[in-house]
Structure formats: structure tokens, C-alpha cells
């Protein structure tokens, strides 16, 4: 009997060491909703409901995640965060690494996630995660997590809005409308539902919670504080920090945090968290923008609240500069710089697009990946990828340093697929336009930087990037506000591709969904040989730069 029960926990201990597969079934389709008390609209669901339930794994588990597709479109899933070693084709983004899902259709994403930390899945085909369809998916340490904590806490953050995507993309895309386009004002969720109704959060004296905190949305920031604590922050983007003590956390689009709080000693009071919903290019309107939004801390039911007060010049709120990795990495020797710059000009189709080094980002007919992997030794030609794919061709395992000057008035938070990247240096760019947003001096982190996979450039500042290109595939750089992503921030780095092409295969079933939409596998951007780009749109030209 014992040894039977000792053997059953041996065999139960190796199971858990490789990893179990977790099945998750997504029936992704339209459901009729009011998610703001603005009315009803339609939005994309999974399995006929919305908020999606967050996916939970722990490292070393295979998501085994089947989407059946039962919208009138294309769809595709992306794990952002997941750097999908060995798994380019695995990356959901469409277009890029996959053709998307035919309606109808039904496709299994299965890939072992060897990272801990908060990640989200969400649609990254057309605009679908702004429509709804984005979920946490939190991945749980094996063992021992490197930062003590009891209990672990999710709230995840989305901004809502009255008008569909497709229709705030239409005005915003159209000169002749005023910039920002008329809409109504962003309303904010914290997970899944009116962010003044999510449930409590109940704390028990002297235990420490670890928060993870997500922000789904796709236009706008939130900003988080629990007055009467103090918050340190443990993680950023999937990786783990040196504990930074501050009093608030501001997260972009895209980005994550997780903060350890630790529970008063005594339990007499009880107090709210404070999150604010805004985004520095909406100008303020009481009620509207920015929204606030409360929640309970609950100490001990039908206790006072603390009542707390408004934020004064010593609050301090986390910033990724102030960030070390936990790991202790220091900064990458350069091997190679790379300059950016954003723009926003007039181009010849009539539309105000958004551009990276004046080239305004759209798909190619085939998909990058597929021409990486067809392309034999040309692959490592940018121009087999099509002008407006905007290729840059990375050599296996060398340094890339990214330096992107964002001269605009607005703010971006730019999402790195397959990489965590360290982030160096802050500082303000040329032509500096003055803008009400805080000007930050030149801030250097050049002994153990953060790394993370969503950056926020302030408006008129610079960033510097680096990391290393030792994960062979086809990964996008783009802008997480979905509406700048619609106009065009976006490139595609082609990282060896030779490397590609000795490691990895498309599984067929992906490449029967092509065949099904008569999008080619082979050949360049246009699924044509060599050079010849026959079939692409032409490249549209810029009339008026905006900025
Ligand atoms: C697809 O479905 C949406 C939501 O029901 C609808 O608004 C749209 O018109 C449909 N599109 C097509 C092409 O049928
Ligand atoms: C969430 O992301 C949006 C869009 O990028 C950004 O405006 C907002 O500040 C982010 N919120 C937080 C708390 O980071
Ligand atoms: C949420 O509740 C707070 C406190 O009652 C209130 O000030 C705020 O306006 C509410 N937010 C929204 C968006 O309704
Ligand atoms: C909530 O936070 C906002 C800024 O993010 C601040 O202006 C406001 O005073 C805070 N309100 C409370 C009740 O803490
Ligand atoms: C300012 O805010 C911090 C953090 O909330 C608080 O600890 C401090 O007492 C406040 N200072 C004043 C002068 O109100
Ligand atoms: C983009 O266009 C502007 C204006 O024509 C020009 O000054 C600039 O050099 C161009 N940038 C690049 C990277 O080509
Ligand atoms: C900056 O703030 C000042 C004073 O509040 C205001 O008059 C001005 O319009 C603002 N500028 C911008 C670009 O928002
Ligand atoms: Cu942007």
C-alpha cells in the first residue's frame, strides 16, 4: 500500500516536472453585449460569452488551444509575450507567421510555454482584439517562484467603447475628419466587467498577494494604486525584476505588472483601490475622461473605509528605467544599431497612415514566415518580402540595438513579438516638440537593465532597445494602440533565416488553410519566384508630413 502510494507520487512528480497538456476549447464568435451601460453592440466573444475566462498553465505545460472559427472573417490567436522558440508558426500573427483561420474552419495552436509570468492571448488578425476577443493567460512557476508570495490576484484592465473598431478606423483614418476623431470617451473594465463593479479583493492580515495586473486595452493607459500600501514591483512583461518599491503602477497597452502588497498586521479598516483610465492625448473632461475606477480591499466585512486623498509631487509611480532584471544580465554589447523614427503624414491613398522611417506598414500576400522559409538563400534579402512588409533581415544570435525617436505628439507603446528586449536609455528627441506631457531628461540604465516586450515612447522622447537575435523566425514590432497598428506602425524583423529553414516545419493543417483561401505558401511576398513582386498593391507615396 505505501509503496504503491510512493510510487504513484514519484510517477505523479515526473508527470508534473514535463508538463501536463492543457486543452482549451475557443469557439470564437459574435455576441451581442452591453459592456459600459452605453447599449447594446456587437462584439467577438468566445464560446457565446464575454469576458473569456483567463487561461492559467504553469511552466512547462503544452496549451493544446483549438479555435473554431465562427465569425464572417479571418481569425488568428497570439500569445503575447510567448517568444515561441522553435515555434515561429505558432505566433498567430496573421499574415506574418499564418493565414488566418477560414471562417467556419477550425485550427489547434499547440506549443510548450516554457516562460513563467502574465501574459494575454488575444486576436492579432484585422483589429479583433479590440473587438473583444483577449484574455489573461497567467503561466505559474514549477516549484518555488524566485519572489516570495501567498496568493495570487488577477486583475485585468480594457478600455470599451460605445463604436466598434471598424468604425473609430474609418473616422480616424479619414483627413477630412478633425484628429482625435469625434467618439465617445473610453469606458474602463477591470476584469471583464464596469470597473466600479468587479468583485472585491479580500486581504487577510500580514499575507503578501502578488497582483497581476494586464492592460488589454487598445487605446488607453490605467493607471493602478492601493492608497494605504505600499506596492513592489516583481515582474514586468513575463519577466522578473528586483522588488522596486512604489506607491503606483501607469501601464500601457500591452504591458503587464505584477506587484507584491502585503496585508496590514490589523484589520479594523478596510480600503479601495484606485484605478484611473486615460490617455495623454485625450484632452480631460470631467466624467468622461479620465474615468476613475474603485474597488474594494476588504479586511473584515462591514468595517470603516480609509478614506484616502488625492496624489501629491512624492507618489511614486514605477518606472521601467528604475527596473533591474532579476537575473542580473547587464547590458548587451551592441553589435549593430538600428535607427527609427515615427511619423504620421498624408499619403497618396488619401489616408493619414502612421509610418516607421517614412514606410507605412501592410501585409503581404504571402506570409512572411512562409516566404523565410521558401526562399532558399534568398531569403535573406529584404527584398523578397515586399516594400511595405518593411523587412529588416537579422543575422543569427547578433546584438540589435533599436533607437526609436517618436517626434510626434502622441505616445506609442511599441509590442516586440519573440523577444523580451533590455531597455537602456530615455531621452528627449529632436525636433522636441513642447507638449504638455513631462518632459523626461536623458536616464540611462546601463548596468542591469529591465527587460520587457511592450515600451512606451513619450511623445518628442527617444528609447534604446536591444536584445539578441537568438530566436530564428519572422516578428513583428508594432504599435499595441490599435489604431496606430490600423495605420501602419509596424515592420517585420526576418531573424535568420537560414537558421529558420534547418529547424523548423509548418505543420500542414496550417498550410491547408492557405490553400483553402488560395493565399500561396511559397515564393516572395507576392507567392511569385526571385524578385518579381507582380500582384502586390503599389507602395502609396507620402503627400504631406503631419508632424
Ligand atoms: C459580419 O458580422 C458582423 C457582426 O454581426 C456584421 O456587422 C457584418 O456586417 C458582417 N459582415 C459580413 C461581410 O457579413
Ligand atoms: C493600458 O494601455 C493603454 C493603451 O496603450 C494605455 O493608454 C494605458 O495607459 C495602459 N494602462 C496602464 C495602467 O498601463
Ligand atoms: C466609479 O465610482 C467612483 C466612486 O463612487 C466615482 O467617482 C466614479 O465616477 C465611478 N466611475 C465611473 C466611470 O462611473
Ligand atoms: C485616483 O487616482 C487619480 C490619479 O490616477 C487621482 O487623481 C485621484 O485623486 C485618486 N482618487 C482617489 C479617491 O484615490
Ligand atoms: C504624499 O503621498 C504619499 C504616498 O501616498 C504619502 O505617503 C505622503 O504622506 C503624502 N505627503 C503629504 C504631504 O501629503
Ligand atoms: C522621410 O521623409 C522625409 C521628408 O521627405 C525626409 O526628410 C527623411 O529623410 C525621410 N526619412 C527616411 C528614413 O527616409
Ligand atoms: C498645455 O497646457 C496649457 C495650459 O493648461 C494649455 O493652454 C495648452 O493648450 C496645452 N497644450 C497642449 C498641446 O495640450
Ligand atoms: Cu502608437
Not at 264 to 269: A, P, Q, V
Not at 397 to 424: D, M, S, Y
Amino acid at each position: 500500500m505505501w509503496l504503491s502510494v510512493s510510487v504513484l507520487l514519484s510517477l505523479l512528480r515526473a508527470f508534473a516536472v514535463a508538463g501536463k497538456r492543457v486543452a482549451v476549447n475557443w469557439d470564437v464568435g459574435y455576441v451581442d453585449i452591453d459592456r459600459d451601460g452605453y447599449g447594446i453592440r456587437w462584439a467577438i466573444g468566445v464560446n457565446g460569452v464575454l469576458p473569456i475566462p483567463p487561461v492559467m498553465l504553469t511552466v512547462g505545460d503544452t496549451l493544446v488551444l483549438t479555435v473554431h472559427n465562427s465569425l464572417n472573417q479571418t481569425t488568428a490567436i497570439h500569445a503575447h509575450g510567448l517568444f515561441q522558440k522553435g515555434t515561429n508558426y505558432m505566433d498567430g500573427a496573421a499574415m506574418v507567421t499564418q493565414c488566418g483561420i477560414p471562417p467556419g474552419d477550425q485550427f489547434t495552436y499547440e506549443y510548450v510555454v516554457g516562460q513563467a509570468g502574465t501574459f494575454w492571448l488575444h486576436g492579432h488578425d484585422r483589429h479583433q482584439n479590440a473587438e473583444g476577443l483577449r484574455t489573461p493567460l497567467v503561466v505559474y512557476d514549477r516549484g518555488k517562484p524566485p519572489v516570495k508570495y501567498d496568493e495570487d490576484m488577477l486583475l485585468s484592465l480594457e478600455d470599451w467603447y460605445t463604436e466598434t473598431f471598424a468604425e473609430r478606423e474609418r473616422v480616424t483614418l479619414d483627413p477630412s475628419l478633425p484628429f482625435p476623431p469625434p467618439h465617445r470617451e473610453g469606458f474602463g473594465l477591470i476584469n471583464g466587467v464596469n470597473g466600479n463593479l468587479t468583485k472585491p479583493m479580500h486581504f487577510r492580515s500580514g499575507r503578501t498577494y502578488r497582483l497581476r495586473l494586464v492592460n488589454m486595452s487598445s487605446t488607453r493607459w490605467f493607471q493602478f494604486s492601493l492608497p494605504g500600501h505600499v506596492l513592489h514591483v516583481v515582474e514586468a512583461d513575463g519577466q522578473y525584476t528586483e522588488p522596486l518599491e512604489v506607491d503606483g503602477v501607469d501601464i500601457a497597452p500591452g504591458q503587464r505588472y505584477s506587484v507584491l502588497v502585503t496585508a496590514h498586521s490589523t484589520s479594523s479598516l478596510n480600503y479601495r483601490y484606485n484605478v484611473t483610465m486615460y490617455a495623454s492625448f485625450i484632452p480631460d473632461e470631467p466624467g468622461l475622461s479620465p474615468r476613475i475606477f474603485i474597488g474594494d480591499v476588504i479586511y473584515k466585512q462591514g468595517a470603516p473605509f480609509v478614506q484616502t486623498g488625492s496624489y501629491n509631487d512624492s507618489f511614486r509611480w514605477a518606472r521601467d528605467i528604475n527596473l533591474h532584471a532579476l537575473d542580473k544580465e547587464p547590458a548587451l554589447p551592441v553589435d549593430r544599431s538600428l535607427e527609427l523614427v515615427i511619423g504620421r503624414s498624408l499619403y497618396s491613398t488619401g489616408q493619414n497612415l502612421d509610418h516607421f522611417n517614412n514606410i507605412t506598414f501592410s501585409y503581404p500576400l504571402t506570409p512572411a514566415l512562409y516566404s523565410a522559409l521558401s526562399m532558399g538563400d534568398m531569403a535573406t534579402d529584404k527584398r523578397v518580402y515586399g516594400p511595405q512588409a518593411h523587412p529588416i533581415v537579422l543575422k543569427h544570435n547578433e546584438v540589435i540595438e533599436l533607437v526609436i525617436h517618436n517626434p510626434e505628439v502622441v505616445l506609442h507603446p511599441l509590442h516586440l513579438h519573440g523577444h523580451a528586449f533590455q531597455i537602456t536609455e530615455y531621452g528627449p528627441t529632436s525636433p522636441f516638440i513642447p507638449s504638455n506631457a513631462t518632459a523626461v531628461p536623458v536616464v540611462k540604465n546601463s548596468g542591469v537593465p529591465a527587460k520587457r516586450d511592450t515600451v512606451v515612447i513619450l511623445p518628442s522622447h527617444y528609447v534604446k532597445l536591444r536584445f539578441r537575435a537568438d530566436n530564428p523566425g519572422v516578428w513583428m514590432l508594432h504599435c499595441h494602440m490599435d489604431i496606430h497598428f490600423a495605420m501602419g506602425l509596424a515592420l517585420t524583423f526576418i531573424e535568420a533565416p537560414d537558421v529558420l529553414q534547418r529547424t523548423q516545419n509548418v505543420p500542414v493543417g496550417m498550410l491547408e488553410m492557405c490553400a483553402k483561401q488560395g493565399i500561396k505558401t511559397t515564393g516572395n511576398a507576392a507567392g511569385n519566384h526571385g524578385l518579381d513582386l507582380t500582384g502586390l498593391p503599389p507602395v502609396p507615396t507620402i503627400v504631406t508630413h503631419e508632424d
